[in-house]
């Protein structure tokens, strides 16, 4: 068991790395040249984020019926399997009647 002073020490240890993190955080959080480069890159990735979202919209302008969404296809598929198992099963009962 650590003795009261013991854990005095240490807290005083951990208070004091605290506090060199947070002066050297906030020193490195105002050093102009490194926050503009950071807010230029944030603003270039934007940009680039508007432009494929326009022109995303300008190619389903242009070709809005062209791909059919995966829950629609697996509709179909469905559907025509069905299909297909009941064409099986009339062929079926027409051999046996």
Excluded at 12 to 22: C, G, L, N, P
Excluded at 69 to 78: E, P
């Amino acid at each position: 068991m650590a003795t009261r002073a013991s854990l005095v020490r240490l807290l005083e240890r951990v208070a004091s790395i605290q506090k060199q993190k947070q002066s050297d955080f906030i020193a490195q959080a105002w050093d102009v040249t490194r926050v503009v480069g950071r807010e230029e890159k944030r603003g270039g990735k934007i940009i680039k984020a508007l432009r494929k979202a326009e022109a995303r919209a300008a190619e389903k302008e242009k070709k809005p019926l062209q791909k059919v969404d995966r829950f629609t296809k697996a509709m179909h598929h469905k559907r025509d399997r069905q299909m297909a198992k009941l064409a099986i099963n009339d062929e079926l009962r027409n051999l046996v009647n």
